[in-house]
């Protein structure tokens, strides 16, 4: 025995009830999900992202008017850095809540950074735990990639609906997810890693076979699929180039953090079309992003709007990244060319913190003539 | 949020009851351990390890007395290769018992070559699974890193318990686990990469104190211990050449797989002494490795006894590799000092499937002179 992991979470989180929603195992979530963020090493990767820092630090310390001498609550406190600046910015008190032992070392940091008297660190979930009064403010990083993966949004519904205010503020208030076409060289190198990989399969039936005895050959459609699956069929994380982008991108979900259900983002469905916009280039797939923003609410809005978008930047980008859907094959595309997008995500059966992709699109030529329509399923692990 | 696993199973698969013992959450355990299996690209690694197959054939088709006209249990049958071979060999009856979905593969290339009159594929775990009779041979490649790392011989324990004849032979029937003082430049590599990581920490507190105004030094000392966890006390995978072992190697653990029981394998416990056998080098580490033997039974013995080792070798191993145990700082050491090892291994309490181990050694300096003893924790993840 012994093996090591080649990608692909095939990991059973959740099993599906009779009307189709998830019940998730606790123990199973804690162990492919919640143990990462018990290491500070992960902690240290996201507090190191200045686009994500910037944007936290600004849209508290812009708009100290929801702060101060407000209590507020942090879902996923994680270090307990936005429970600190909540503090710093005036709260009159802050409660830190955290699913991980990570809840000790952000106990420690509050202390360190004497806040102790206004912070509350609380170990447990926050479909768990219980607060004594409601929340002025509820501030959270709750963002996974191509904003949804994680399902961790979920938790901070939760937490609105038992521990907001009626007239309380979400930090984020706002988020969109975006799609655009793009070009990228990956599309072939995946191609190529998969035709490698199914070679090296041949190669082994034939010596399995005269060496030992065994025909191995009515695997090969099975393995086929699951190299597939992980070669290409996998959503990637990719910094993309805005050069790479090469066409308009769209909008596909537009989420009111004050008003939105757990039911309106189980699934994300759009038919959008998005036009290309450089002269003779290849449609490789489509690129994935979200921004979130922070308006406070209408009636109480924002001194300063701020804006945190992970879109691709010639500065970077941030963690998150962009999630990448390759088409194999590319396609060769126009200037003014359409692109018909029917775009479908929800949530793996076997774990609802991941996500399926289904994909269609249609290209409409700038002469009129419409290829034929494709579709492809993708998985975000 | 969203981060990526820099090393380190933090995984709660177990929780340990009163008497120390744990007891497995099989959600759990299914999301953390067995899930692997299910991957053809797995099997297929395993299937590639040609010292791996070709002592299991051996010890097969060069003993078919203990096949012909027999009946056979496989446990772990993975892609069925083992009860394949059994039945090839002659056995009247094969029960093929794997936890995982491969079991529906190993159903398809069983009927493919032919064998599905006298192989049955179970899909089940062995301790909950039922057998009409008992078996003459219980075959099974259970070894994991280190031998005992995975703790699947436990459910090997179980079946021989269940389902055994008492005349019945164990394939493999003995196994050994093996230490060595070995010198590697490795140790220097994860030091400097410690020593990079720590660097990168210092300069990590001191921006986020200037530019977001949080003091996270107070961290230093736990992100400290997570790290030189992550980089000097996590037993490393390495195919060694033999050239890098520097001394005697010896025997801490001898396991008749006919009467050994889960708490003779729960703990390994040995004192051994090591002599250096090269000039003027340095003692790098430990490096641990197992074999196995397929001896049949003292009263039906193998034909032809196959041995299965691990240990390091100039044909380039196998896919066990060997186990390193690297020390900072390493000890220069001469032809003739002795190492008296004081060596531990229990399974970890929160994840019985990996281990902890507790070294400690000391160098006798051929002139009879001691060196301190020195105590060191690993972690086999």
């Known amino acids: 025995m012994e093996s090591t992991v080649n990608g692909g979470a095939g ?3 959740t099993s599906t009830t009779s009307n189709g929603t998830a019940a998730v195992d606790k123990g199973v979530d804690f162990a492919n999900y919640f143990c990462t963020y018990a290491f500070l090493y992960h902690q240290k990767e996201m507090l190191s992202d200045r686009v994500r820092m910037d944007a936290y630090l600004n849209s508290v310390f812009k708009n100290k008017h929801h702060f101060i001498g407000k209590t507020v609550l942090d879902v996923g406190t994680g270090s307990g850095i936005l429970a600190i600046w909540s503090a ?20 420690e940091l509050v202390k360190a950074n004497k806040l102790q008297d206004v912070i509350e660190v609380i170990e ?20 996974g990639y191509f904003l949804l993966r994680e399902s961790m949004f979920d938790s901070v519904i939760c937490a609105r609906d038992r521990f907001l205010k009626p ?26 890693e998969y035709e490698e990989c199914m070679d090296d399969w041949q190669g082994f039936v034939t010596e399995t076979k005269s060496y030992y005895g065994v025909d191995m050959s009515v695997l090969t459609k099975p393995f086929s699929e699951e190299q597939k ?10 910094n993309l180039d805005p050069n790479q982008v090469v066409g ?9 953090c004050l008003t939105v259900t757990v039911d309106d983002i189980i699934e994300v469905k759009a038919n959008v079309s998005s036009t290309i916009t450089k002269v003779d280039t290849r449609l490789c797939g489509f690129g994935g992003w979200f921004d ?19 879109a691709p930047s010639i500065y970077g980008g941030t963690h998150w990244g962009q999630q990448v859907f390759l088409l194999h094959p590319p396609v060769r595309v126009n200037n003014g ?45």
Request: charged share 25%.
């Open 11 to 13: 990991d059973k989180a």
């Open 88 to 107: 710093q910015a005036g709260a009159k008190k802050v409660y830190a809540v955290e699913a991980t032992k990570m809840a000790e070392h952000a106990r």
């Open 124 to 143: 447990g979930s926050i479909e768990d735990i219980t607060l004594p009064e409601k929340v002025d403010v509820i501030i959270s990083e709750w963002m």
């Open 167 to 192: 007239t309380g503020v979400m930090y984020p208030s706002h988020a969109r997810m975006w799609l655009a076409p793009i070009r990228s060289e990956v599309t072939d190198q995946k191609m190529s």
């Open 229 to 238: 699956k992980y070669y290409l069929q996998n959503s990637l994380w990719n």
């Open 248 to 256: 308009t991108a769209t909008i596909i979900k537009e989420i009111d």
């Open 292 to 310: 979130v923003h922070f308006n406070g609410r209408k009636e109480n809005p924002a001194a300063c709007a701020v804006e945190l978008t992970t």
């Open 337 to 381: 060319d359409e692109i018909l997008v029917n775009f479908s995500m929800s949530r793996s059966e076997e774990n609802h913190r991941l996500m399926n992709v289904d994909l269609g699109y249609e290209v409409k030529l700038s002469s009129g003539k419409m290829l034929p329509h494709v579709r492809n399923k993708f998985y975000i692990e």
